[in-house]
C-alpha cells in the first residue's frame, strides 16, 4: 500500500467517530447527566465531528438497568430526548456488542429510528455471531460496521480468516481495535495495510479505535490515516477505559479539512470535562497502563490497581509478570 | 534511507540518554536533592541506560548561582560528590548553551573531568558559534554533540547549511531537537532521513530530542530510530520543559537490548517522581501545550498559564491565534 494523502491536504474520505459516551462510560458507568450529554451533541456539531457514538445497545436481561447510565442501554426515546430527530449533518452511531445485545428486540428498524450506524464489536472468535448481528441490522436499514476487538491478541491467521469473513457480509466498514493499547506505529501501518487490501478487494472503508497505554494512541490513528483508514474514533480528553483513546482534540487539531474546528472542543473541555476529572471519573496514561499494553494484556490489572490507588509500580509489574 | 532494524532484533548502535535532571531541571530550577541525583545516577546505571546528562554548564556571569540548583552550573566537584570517579558503564554528559557559557574556562580538559560528553546546544543562526564550542571541546578531549534546536522553526536551507557546517566539524554526533513539540511522525521519518544522510557522510551519528506537546514524543523518538537514529533522549515519567520529554519507561519498555531493565526505573518512579510532582512540579501533556506544538511556538506562552493556573482553554487559544 502507498501512502494516501499528505500534511498539507485534505482527504475527503476522513470521518471523525466521538466515542466519548460510549467508551468513556466505561469509565463511570455511563453516569453522564442529560446536560452533559447535550452540550457534547452541541459542541460536536459545531465542530464538525462526523459521527457520534451515544453507547452501548446492552440487552437489559443481562444487565441491570438501576446500576448503570442509559447510555449502555441507548433506548430510542433516551436519544430523541437529547436530539429530537437529529436536524444536523451529524450522524449517529450505537454499539451492538456480540453476546450482549439483544439485538433482534433492541435493534429496531432503521425508518422508526435517529440512529444511522450500528457498530458490532466482536472478538475474533465470535465472528459467526457478529455476522447475524451485522445482517440484521443492515436488513434493518442501517450502516453497519465490525470492530474487531483485540486485535494485538489474535493470531494472524484468525484475523486473515474474520476478515475474509466480514469482507463477504453486508457490513460498510471494517475496524481496526487495538483493545489492549499494545500495538507500536510500525505494527499499526502493517495491520492497516492489511485491512486495507479488504477493504479495497470487498468495497468497505477501514476503521481505527487506538488505546492511549503506551501514549501512541494519536500517533497510531494518524499513521494508519496515512495508509488510508479513514473512519477516526476520538474521546474529549481520551475519555475512555484505562488509559483512554485517542483525544479529539489532538485530532481535530491535526486533520487539515476546514470543517472541523477546535474552538468549540476547547469550550467543552474546560466547561465539562475538566470538572468530570475532578469529580473523580478516572483515566487517562499511567505507569500501570502502560505495562499492560506492552506486555499485551487486558487493562483491567491496571485498573483495579489504579482504583486501589496503589503506586508500588515495581510490586506491580512483578505481578504481571505472572498472569 | 531504509528501515534500520526491526521490533524483534537489538540495535547495538543505540545509546539511551537521560536527560532528567538537565530538562526537568527546567521544571524546577534545579532545585533536586542530593538524595534524588544520587538514586537517579544508581538507577540510571542498574536501568543499563547508557549516557546520563547531568546539567548545563551555564555560566556564572551570566546567572544568580543563588537562584538555581547546582545542576545548571555542574562544577566538577558538584558531580564527582555523586558519582566519585563514576566506576560504571555509564557514561556523563553536561550541555553547553550556545551564548550562555563560558566554555574556554568552565570546560576543563578532559583528563581532569569525569564528563564524558559535551552536548552543545544551538540555534540554527548561531552555528558559527556552536562550532567554536565543538572545536574547544573536542581539542580537550571530549566526545561532542551539537544539538540544533527548535527545527521545526528553522527553514530547510538553513537546516542543510547548518548540517553541513557541523558535518565538517569535530562533532560526533548531531541531534535532532523538536523544541516545540510541534513536528508529526510523517515529518520526523523525512527529518530523520536528512540527517542520517549527512551523518552517513561525515561519519556522525544522528540523536532525537522530542518533547510531548502533541503526546508524540515517544512515537516521535521510535519512529526515528527506524530511520537510522541511534542516541535517545528520554527523561524519567517524562519530566522536561512544559509538556516534558520522551519518557524514559516508554522507551525502556520499547528497546528489545536485554542490557536494559525497566524494574529499577519503576521503583524510581514510584519512591522519587511521584513525590516530586506531587511536591508541585508542574510537567507534562496539557491542552495548553498541545494548542502551542500545534502552533508551532515556543511553550513559554502555555508554562506561563499553567502556573497561572488558568483553564480557559479557549481563551488562551484565541490569544495564541494573535501571537
Redo the contacts between chains.
Keep these: 500500500m502507498s501512502q494516501k494523502g499528505d500534511?498539507m491536504t485534505v482527504r475527503p474520505d476522513v470521518r471523525v467517530v466521538d466515542a466519548t459516551i460510549r467508551d468513556g462510560g466505561l469509565v463511570n458507568n455511563f453516569m453522564f447527566t442529560d446536560d452533559f450529554i447535550s452540550a457534547l451533541y452541541r459542541t460536536n456539531v459545531k465542530a464538525g465531528v462526523d459521527y457520534m457514538e451515544f453507547g452501548y445497545k446492552a440487552s437489559k436481561e443481562m444487565f441491570d438497568t438501576s446500576k448503570f447510565g442509559k447510555w449502555k442501554f441507548c433506548d430510542e426515546d433516551s436519544i430523541r430526548a437529547i436530539v429530537g430527530d437529529n436536524p444536523s449533518d451529524m450522524k449517529l452511531a450505537v454499539m451492538a456488542d456480540v453476546g450482549r445485545c439483544d439485538y433482534k428486540k433492541d435493534i429496531i428498524d432503521k425508518k422508526d429510528s435517529v440512529i444511522d450506524l450500528i457498530r458490532v464489536a466482536t472478538y475474533v472468535h465470535q465472528m459467526p455471531a457478529a455476522l447475524d448481528i451485522i445482517e440484521d441490522a443492515k436488513a434493518k436499514g442501517y450502516e453497519v460496521t465490525c470492530n474487531i476487538m483485540a486485535v494485538s491478541n489474535a493470531k494472524e491467521a484468525d484475523i486473515d480468516q474474520a476478515l475474509d469473513m466480514v469482507g463477504q457480509s453486508s457490513a460498510d466498514g471494517i475496524y481496526i481495535v487495538d483493545s489492549y493499547g499494545a500495538l507500536?506505529?510500525?505494527?499499526i501501518r502493517r495491520i492497516a495495510d492489511k485491512y486495507m487490501e479488504v477493504g479495497e478487494k470487498y468495497d468497505k472503508f477501514i476503521g481505527i479505535h487506538a488505546h492511549?497505554n503506551?501514549?501512541?494512541?494519536?500517533?497510531?490513528t494518524?499513521?494508519s490515516v496515512?495508509r488510508g483508514v479513514s473512519y477516526l474514533d476520538a474521546t474529549m480528553m481520551s475519555m475512555g477505559r484505562g488509559a483512554g483513546n485517542c483525544?479529539m482534540?489532538?485530532l481535530i487539531?491535526?486533520l487539515k479539512n476546514p470543517k472541523y474546528n477546535?474552538?468549540p472542543i476547547?469550550?467543552f473541555?474546560?466547561q465539562y470535562m475538566?470538572p468530570l476529572k475532578e469529580s473523580g471519573a478516572l483515566w487517562g496514561?499511567d505507569?500501570p497502563y502502560?505495562?499492560t499494553g506492552?506486555l499485551n494484556q487486558h487493562p483491567s490489572a491496571a485498573i483495579d490497581y489504579t482504583h486501589a490507588g496503589r503506586?508500588?509500580?515495581?510490586d506491580f509489574?512483578?505481578d504481571l509478570l505472572d498472569k
Tied chains: 1, 2.
Design positions: 500534511l507500536y506505529p510500525e505494527q492511549n503506551q501514549q501512541l494512541a494519536f500517533a497510531n494518524i499513521e496515512a483525544a482534540e489532538l487539531s491535526f477546535i474552538y476547547l469550550k473541555l474546560e475538566l496514561y505507569i502502560l505495562l506492552r503506586s508500588d509500580y515495581a509489574y512483578t
